[in-house]
């Protein structure tokens, strides 16, 4: 049941299951009960969108309480080519199918087709409770061009509902030539983040040049860059050596994301832990993305695969470093499913990566590291002051809301949309 009350003309309050880990500790909060899976009875009030106080429910076992997030946020996604599977299905499900489905649909992408996919997948993220979204565009030539021209139109218009970053994605070679010069500045204009994919194999691809390269254009003109990095079973942790390598070498004065990161997990214990040190130094964030990472790579023709490449979270969360979770693709060549819904891919995350909600670091990458790794105003937490944005899940524990998909309402600056 969904409970809000109206405790004077213009104050508003909510009773629902809270994450205790959301909350900055408060004296007044001590004595709440809390349940095995970290959940506190609470009234949130709100005044003109903003929170204004957290108090206790004293008897809250009267009423049935259902649960509260905030709004989530989607740190790695692709609208230019999202819901594509049907025209362009991958069936074999391979990375290479993937790619090559990839590289023959991007040729008969027009602004239309572009717009009316993310304009679909940023509805369904607005209802599923997302407020931010960064997006990769695959961004080279003229196809490129127009789709950048579409996201950026779509972002303009939906400002006030979610918060839309986008990335450019081009072979990493591309920043070393004029055009991709060019479209550094317009990116940087724009507020955009500079993209790549560093992938093996690995001899002979110059690739520490390509990421001075780029690294220098980012510095240059100020904006982040988010790397698709060793998403592969080969030559594991081969790209990220390299990256290391460069960063040992140069300063960065940008915020730097590395996603999918998945061959890392296959290197030895000794030298992942001393990568994960070194990402941590460089205040470098990680995006997981275990959903494609568990459909596309270490595929085994004959038999079922049980070693699966994804980031080693835990591993590179006790170094330090800030890791956020990500669906990547929705229904196109790269992955069959997905929806935009952040607790679908919490309780798909919950299977593989074996960290649940109800503990602080399997929540934080949904959360507070998420809202770190994209650079949001929000903190990724519940806060007196901050918008009275929330997800309210018809689900009175975390295990019913990781069961299936929960029904939910979606309260933006105090208002139900
Ligand atoms: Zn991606």
């Not at 790695?76 to 790619?99: C, I, M, Q, R, V």
């Not at 209802?127 to 950048?148: C, E, Q, V």
């Not at 724009?190 to 254009?217: A, D, H, M, Q, T």
């Amino acid at each position: 049941m969904f409970a809000q009350k109206k405790t004077s003309p213009d104050i508003q309050c909510i009773e629902a299951l809270v994450p205790r880990g959301l909350i900055a500790s408060n004296k007044d909060l001590l004595h709440a009960q809390i349940t095995a899976e970290g959940l506190s009875p609470l009234r949130i009030f709100f005044r003109q969108g903003v929170i204004t106080k957290f108090e206790v429910i004293e008897d809250p076992w009267q009423s049935s309480l259902d649960l509260l997030l905030p709004r989530l946020v989607e740190p790695h996604s692709h609208l230019d080519k999202a819901f594509t599977w049907k025209e362009s299905p991958n069936l074999d499900g391979t990375y290479e199918g993937a790619l090559n489905a990839n590289l023959k649909e991007h040729q008969d992408r027009t602004i239309q087709k572009v717009r009316l996919r993310a304009e679909r997948g940023l509805n369904v993220a607005l209802k599923n409770g997302i407020r931010a979204i960064r997006s990769h565009i695959d961004s080279f030539g003229l196809i490129g061009s127009n789709s950048w021209h579409a996201l950026e139109e779509l972002q303009s218009e939906w400002k006030s509902l979610i918060d839309l970053q986008l990335v450019a994605l081009v072979p990493l070679e591309y920043w070393n030539t004029q055009n991709g010069n060019h479209l550094a500045r317009k990116v940087a204009n724009e507020n955009g983040l500079l993209g790549g994919v560093i992938s093996p194999p690995y001899k002979n691809s110059n690739l520490r040049e390509k990421l001075f390269k780029l690294f220098s254009l980012a510095n240059d003109y100020g904006c982040g860059v988010d790397l698709h990095i060793d998403e592969s079973s080969l030559e594991p942790g081969g790209g990220l050596r390299q990256l290391i390598c460069v960063l040992d070498h140069m300063k960065l004065d940008i915020p730097l994301t590395c996603s999918h990161l998945s061959s890392m997990a296959l290197i030895a214990p000794n030298p992942l832990r001393v990568f994960a040190e070194k990402l941590a130094h460089y205040e470098v964030n990680v995006v997981a993305l275990p959903l494609t990472n568990f459909w596309l790579l270490g595929r085994n023709k004959k038999n079922t695969s049980i070693k699966r490449p994804i980031a080693p979270i835990n591993e590179l969360q006790k170094a330090g470093v800030t890791v956020a979770i990500g669906g990547d693709n929705v229904q196109d060549p790269w992955f069959p499913a997905g929806n935009f819904d952040p607790l679908a891919v919490m309780a798909a995350s919950m299977l593989i990566t074996h960290s649940a909600p109800w503990s602080r670091m399997g929540l934080t990458t949904f959360t507070t590291g998420a809202a770190r790794v994209m650079g949001l105003e929000w903190d990724g937490t519940f806060k007196i002051g901050s918008s009275a944005d929330f997800v309210l899940l018809e689900a009175d524990s975390w295990s019913s809301a990781m069961a299936k998909p929960p029904s939910r309402k979606v309260m933006i600056n105090g208002n139900w949309i």
